[in-house]
Every structure is written in structure tokens, then in C-alpha cells.
T-cell receptor, first 114, second 113 residues
Framework: KAGVTQTPRYLIKTRGQQVTLSCSPI?????VSWYQQTPGQGLQFLFE???????NKGNFPGRFSGRQFSNSRSEMNVSTLELGDSALYLC?????????????FGPGTRLTVL | KNQVEQSPQSLIILEGKNCTLQ??????????LRWYKQDTGRGPVSLTI?????NTKSNGRYTATLDADTKQSSLHITASQLSDSASYIC????????????FGAGTRLFVKA
């Protein structure tokens, strides 16, 4: 079974631009969660989607948004990029909602904002 | 404030030795606690998940314990191997004003030959 895949793996943008990241979960998994990881803040929860609905949301500004498609693939969008948005963005999938089910992480997308 | 604190921040041990990593949390009410292993440049990999009623769970050489009364968890690694060198992250989920997932800062483990 293929694991969680994320595209692109690396991305360089400039301040003010917007970016869209993609995550394909493990086949059959319906929950996709997004996380931001920085050296200073560690891993922080962005949001979780389950069956195309946002189920939980972390404490991030409205510039961060996401969506999930009927095939469970998910995209995350960041508008008006700031230098502080430079981070590793990880997505994780699970069969049920991520509360008690094992989450499987993708390799991440490394975003650099210049 | 919901917090997850891990100690030590980093740890160096010799191959073959055992070690124990600590996680203290204040997330309440508590739903579940997970331990992840993250190799450099890779996404985290789940090691264990424990709910309120579980106080120990093993995954090979990794054994996690949970004391929900004192809000403490530990991850014990037995007979360490070079491949155990990684960051170990404690993650606690709870339901306060909506479901919350709080990540610890991680413990960086270095296993030396």
C-alpha cells in the first residue's frame, strides 16, 4: 500500500505570494490533518478534514485554509505569504478521525519564503 | 493553558543501553497520548497511542507508560540501536473548547557506537 504523498517536496516563494500544497492520503483513509513544523515552535496543528468537512482547526490566521476532495485528497492554501511561514508542512492521514486512530505522516513539503 | 513538556531536550547514549524519555502534560480533559519518532528530514512515525484507561503499551523495543492521575508519560527504549537516533515527540489530545492536539517540543536522541 502506498504511503501518504505530498507535493511538491520543496517550494520557494516570496513574501505576498500564495501557495497551494497537496496531500494524497493512504488509500481508504478518510481523515487528513495538516501540521506546521518549525525549529522554534515544533509541530503545530493546522486543521483536520474528514469526508470533505473541516472537523477541527488549530490556532492559525485565516490566511491558512484547506479543503478535501471526494477522493480524500487534500490541499492546503496559504495566502499573502510571510517570512514566518517558512516551515515544513506535514500532512497525516488516518482511516477514521485522527482522535484515536493511528496517523500516518507524509514526508512533508519544505516551504521557504524569501 | 494546555501544555506538553518533554524532557530531556536532548540525550546521548551508547548503543545497547536503555533510556527513558519523559512527557508531562496539562491538557484536560484528556483524550489520548501518542509518541512519535521523527528521523531527520522525514515525517513522524507513530510508535504508540494510549487512551485514558491504558497505562502501558509496547511496540517492539519501545514501551510507553501513562499515569493519567499525575499527567505523566514516559517512553522507554530498550537495547538502543544506532537507528534509534531521532526526535521523539509526545502528542496529547483533549477536548477543551473543541478538540485540541498539542505537540511537545520533542527529545532529540543520539545513539553512539
Amino acid at each position: 500500500k502506498a504511503g501518504v504523498t505530498q507535493t511538491p517536496r520543496y517550494l520557494i516563494k516570496t513574501r505576498g505570494q500564495q501557495v497551494t500544497l497537496s496531500c494524497s492520503p493512504i488509500s481508504g483513509h478518510r481523515s487528513v490533518s495538516w501540521y506546521q513544523q518549525t525549529p522554534g515552535q515544533g509541530l503545530q496543528f493546522l486543521f483536520e478534514y474528514f469526508s470533505e468537512t473541516q472537523r477541527n482547526k488549530g490556532n492559525f490566521p485565516g490566511r491558512f485554509s484547506g479543503r478535501q476532495f471526494s477522493n480524500s485528497r487534500s490541499e492546503m492554501n496559504v495566502s499573502t505569504l510571510e517570512l514566518g511561514d517558512s516551515a515544513l508542512y506535514l500532512c497525516a492521514s488516518s482511516f477514521e478521525s485522527g482522535k484515536t486512530d493511528t496517523q500516518y505522516f507524509g514526508p512533508g513539503t519544505r516551504l521557504t519564503v524569501l | 493553558k494546555n501544555q506538553v513538556e518533554q524532557s530531556p531536550q536532548s540525550l546521548i547514549i551508547l548503543e545497547g543501553k536503555n533510556c527513558t524519555l519523559q512527557c508531562n502534560y496539562t491538557v484536560s480533559p484528556f483524550s489520548n497520548l501518542r509518541w512519535y519518532k521523527q528521523d531527520t528530514g522525514r515525517g513522524p512515525v507513530s510508535l504508540t497511542i494510549m487512551t485514558f484507561s491504558e497505562n502501558t503499551k509496547s511496540n517492539g523495543r519501545y514501551t510507553a507508560t501513562l499515569d493519567a492521575d499525575t499527567k505523566q508519560s514516559s517512553l522507554h527504549i530498550t537495547a538502543s540501536q544506532l537507528s534509534d537516533s531521532a526526535s521523539y515527540i509526545c502528542v496529547v489530545s483533549g477536548k477543551t473548547g473543541g478538540f485540541k492536539t498539542i505537540f511537545g517540543a520533542g527529545t532529540r536522541l543520539f545513539v553512539k557506537a
